[in-house]
């Protein structure tokens, strides 16, 4: 059944910005039993859907911009209403008009920093292999096995510098061939392609691609899932298809292949977090999973929310620019959660979750009971 729309024109636009299955939402409401805003405030993808079908959508509100694409109400829905092209095309809809918010004001720097520096962070590009000083990092050639590409945070962040750092030192120690692009580097574009910037995206996309296909890239290892998303099922709308392999995937790999030896113990009661965009979006639970259990010592638990159910650190969709209230952030109850279980240290594979977990970690004033890790850092300690 589909619903007669009194506003046909804005409806036929947002449908040409990807919007098409609103349509089919018979109003069943599943969406906002699963949605992590209604654990920490009211918030109703449904009633967003309700509007669109009217052709009534407020895009101007803060509601447009809440969803942090994390996908779980995707997975839940009866009539595969695909309510993250839906908001995604609100989005584009608002920034078509130049929609202003307050709360938008650090998306807009964001996007010129992406727009001149190719990073959202308002850094030099010329800085953005300075994590991998003194590293033995080379540049990428052609005859190397494999592209490390950072993404942004960890080249520009000093916490999350740390990720890239574990990494390139695991990939010397198994004998990797591997460089990196430097400041060739742009950030892949995931994020703001979500806050609505299709023109931006399309550019980042473009200069990558180019990029990758100048420097003879076949293989590309990546430290966020973000990046894993947008290369493997983004990338190719641009007729390119790039072998890419998350590092968590990765290690499990040269584990396996006996190229990795794990030599020491961690004695640790850990417990494992499943990133959006590595798990609801593209199906990697088992792979940490399996790296984790290699280590002797090491005791793996797991949230009450995990692998298809997982709560979203709430950094997606964008809203790692937005800021959100302390009360109101997911990666709160995530490291709370973590604490209630006994869990010493939270480990994940996102920088996204990482920030917002640190940050959590910080605010919650529980710097002295939990640590937060990349599984990277756990790796590069036992071997
Ligand atoms: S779960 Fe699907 S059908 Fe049900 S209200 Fe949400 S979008 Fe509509
Ligand atoms: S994708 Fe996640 S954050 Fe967005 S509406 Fe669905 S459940 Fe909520």
Same mark, same amino acid.
């Given at each position: 059944?589909?619903t ?45 859907i ?18 942090t694409?994390c ?23 608002a ?6 918010? %307050?709360?938008?004001?650090p ?33 990428f050639?052609?005859?190397m ?89 983004e ?12 590092i ?13 030896q ?68 997911f990666?709160n ?5 973590a ?7 939270? %480990? ?26 990349d ?9």
């Amino acid at each position: 059944m589909e619903t007669e729309a009194p506003f046909k024109e804005i409806i036929e636009e947002i449908q040409e910005y990807g919007g098409e299955t609103f349509k089919f939402c018979y109003q069943c409401g599943k969406c906002d039993t699963v949605c992590p805003w209604n654990k920490v405030t009211d918030f109703s993808m449904r009633k967003l859907i309700r509007e669109t079908t009217f052709g009534l959508p407020e895009v101007e509100l803060e509601e447009v911009w809440r969803c942090t694409t994390c996908g779980k109400c995707v997975l839940q829905c009866p009539r595969d209403v695909r309510q993250i092209d839906n908001v995604v095309a609100l989005r584009r809809l608002a920034t078509g008009y130049g929609v202003s918010n %307050v709360l938008l004001k650090p998306v807009r720097s964001a996007s010129a920093s992406l727009a001149a520096e190719g990073n959202p962070f308002v850094q030099d590009r010329s800085t953005r292999a300075d994590w991998a000083k003194g590293s033995n990092v080379k540049k990428f050639t052609e005859e190397m096995e494999i592209l490390y590409f950072p993404g942004c945070l960890p080249s520009y962040d000093a916490r999350l510098g740390k990720v890239a750092q574990a990494t390139a030192s695991i990939l010397n120690k198994a004998g990797v061939e591997f460089g990196i692009l430097g400041t060739e580097e742009n950030c892949c574009g995931e994020s703001i392609r979500k806050t609505g910037n299709e023109d931006l995206f399309k550019r980042l996309a473009k200069d990558n691609i180019k990029t990758f296909i100048e420097n003879g890239v076949k293989k590309i290892l990546v430290s966020s899932p973000h990046c894993y998303h947008t290369f493997k099922n983004e990338y190719p709308e641009f007729s390119v298809n790039f072998d890419v392999v998350h590092i968590s995937e990765y290690l499990y790999e040269l584990i396996h292949e006996g190229r990795l030896q794990i030599s020491r113990e961690y004695a640790k009661k850990v417990i494992y977090h499943d990133p959006c965009y590595l798990g609801r979006h593209n199906g990697i639970y088992d792979e940490p999973r399996e790296v984790l259990r290699q280590i002797p010592g090491l005791e793996l638990l797991e949230m009450e929310e995990s692998r298809e159910e997982s709560l979203c650190c709430g950094m997606g969709g964008g809203r790692i620019w937005i800021d959100t209230k302390m009360e109101e952030r997911f990666s709160n109850l995530r490291v709370e959660e973590a604490v209630r279980l006994g869990a010493g240290v939270l %480990v994940t594979c996102c920088p996204y979750c990482i920030d917002a977990f640190e940050e959590s970690r910080l605010g919650l004033n529980y710097e002295d009971t939990i640590e937060v890790k990349d599984i990277t850092e756990i790796i590069q300690e036992v071997i």
